[in-house]
């Protein structure tokens, strides 16, 4: 009977071992090993385990494209290591905690010395102010900057930058520190703010002028002047509602004379994309020209770029004047 009951057993177990999944479970890991093993999913591949807790870096599931997935770096190499295979467009890491700066778009290091600088001029539209000295960085960039004149370009090593703004006597009206993109082109103007001087830096990139024509942009520097529209003579708005420590985009221009007005209008500005040209009979009578802040006369020549810009000459309100600078 004994028997009998043993070879009812095994003819259970050999039935349901016909009937169970053919594919083995891998078993979860002893208590001391620290890393679970997550279940099959069934298609035979492997599940990779979680670290042990001195490795450091946990190695990410498998893509089920065959491409091991490269761990994170052990705590002192300082940044991650490159993706994919062959490690063809490695990732710089990040630098050190005292490099001189951090790192900038297009993996352009901010290193003293390098081949490739900033260029920086600068412009002083303090009203009420005497002469400045300025100083990047503790070297001498300017020694002489009076009210309404700007310097030529001078060499920036890339980086954050202090900017140090003294009168001629030595004393220090202010300093801050202003990045310095390497390749970029910049004007650095001392502007009045509320109680003191600030310092505005604009771009002064743009493309280059072809088949003879030029650009023109403006930018408010004055601490007491509106939302002003600039206008040709004949009515148009070119830029409308230019604000304080507001710099235009460019647009081109045709050489030629030209007359323009400065006010607060509700009139709306030609398109965008149109470029500045000389006296339309079209339009001249259109629209009543406005009481203007100020105005300007320029001649254009071909194949410069020109910045007008807008600055404070007087305590009271919309008391400015212009001030051209043309780069060729």
């Not at 007491?224 to 710099?247: H, P, Q």
């Not at 040209?277 to 020549?301: K, Q």
Request: with cysteine; charged share 15%.
């Amino acid at each position: 009977m004994e028997r009998n009951r043993g070879n009812s057993a095994n003819s259970a177990q050999e039935s349901s071992g016909t009937d169970s999944a053919s594919v083995p479970v891998i078993p979860l890991p002893t208590p001391d090993q620290g890393q679970p093993i997550q279940p099959d999913d069934g298609a035979g591949v492997p599940v990779i385990p979680l670290p042990t807790p001195d490795q450091g870096q946990p190695i990410q599931p498998d893509d089920g494209a065959g491409i091991p997935v490269i761990p994170l770096p052990n705590p002192g190499e300082g940044g991650p290591t490159c993706p994919g295979p062959g490690c063809d467009s490695p990732i710089s890491p990040l630098p050190t905690p005292n490099p001189g700066g951090p790192l900038f778009p297009g993996g352009i290091q901010p290193l003293p010395g390098g081949t490739r600088y900033a260029s920086a001029r600068f412009l002083n539209a303090a009203f009420g102010y005497p002469a400045f000295r300025i100083f990047v960085g503790g070297n001498p960039a300017v020694s002489f900057l009076s009210y309404g004149s700007i310097s030529g370009y001078s060499r920036v090593n890339p980086g954050y930058r202090t900017v140090t703004v003294s009168g001629t006597d030595g004393y220090i009206y202010m300093q801050k520190t202003l990045p310095f993109e390497a390749g970029g082109v910049f004007t650095v103007a001392v502007i009045n703010r509320a109680g003191g001087l600030d310092l505005l830096k604009i771009p002064d990139i743009c493309c280059s002028p072809s088949n003879n024509t030029s650009n023109f942009r403006v930018s408010n520097l004055a601490l007491n002047s509106g939302a002003l529209d600039v206008l040709l003579a004949d009515g148009r708005v070119i830029y409308a509602d230019v604000r304080f420590k507001e710099t235009t985009s460019y647009k081109r221009i045709a050489p030629g004379a030209y007359e323009f007005l400065f006010a607060e209008t509700n009139q709306l500005p030609i398109p965008a994309y149109t470029d500045i040209e000389t006296l339309d009979s079209a339009f001249i009578g259109m629209n009543p020209l406005p009481s203007t802040v100020a105005s300007l006369y320029m001649n254009v020549r071909a194949n410069t770029n020109y910045t007008v810009f807008i600055l404070q000459n007087g305590q009271t309100y919309n008391a400015v004047g212009t001030m051209v600078v043309a780069d060729r």
